[in-house]
């Protein structure tokens, strides 16, 4: 079997074991080592999810909650520069003058834009659905 399984495998082996069956037994029928099988029971005994985590196992930088934020402020052209940065207005963490947020919000707002430059190799790059110029 392949290293990483899929989900619908994942639903198997957990309906398999709701109806009782061991964890052996699971593994022949599957043919999959019993490990695999006890992982994708212990996941979803802990977390209540059947599909993968983060294989990097690295915390998101920025909360879905700050996300939405970001995602709500942006303009009609794009830009963020309607972003009021008036105290209040925006969550505390992220008022902080970090550059990785920074670089997060500029990155989420790239995300909207139609033309896919690498951010690398261009210092300034045009937005192909309003025409705003982009650091």
């Known amino acids: 079997m392949s290293k990483q399984v ?21 593994s022949e029928a599957l043919v999959c080592s019993r490990h695999e099988v006890h992982r994708v029971v ?3 005994n802990t977390d209540g999810t059947i599909s993968r985590k983060n294989s990097a196992c690295k915390p998101s930088k920025l909360s ?11 303009d009609v052209d794009c830009s963020l520069g309607s972003i009021s940065f008036r105290r209040g207005a925006i969550p505390q ?39 705003v110029g982009l650091r």
């Open 6 to 26: 899929s989900d619908e495998i994942r639903k198997i082996i957990i309906k398999m074991t709701n109806t009782g069956q061991r964890a052996q037994q699971i």
């Open 42 to 44: 212990k996941a979803f």
């Open 64 to 74: 879905d909650e700050h996300i939405d934020f970001i995602m709500n402020q942006i």
């Open 93 to 131: 963490k992220i008022l902080r003058s970090d550059t990785r947020k920074q670089s997060i919000s500029y990155g989420i707002s790239l995300a909207t834009h139609t033309s896919f430059l690498s951010t690398r190799r261009a210092s300034m790059s045009v937005c192909g659905a309003c025409m």
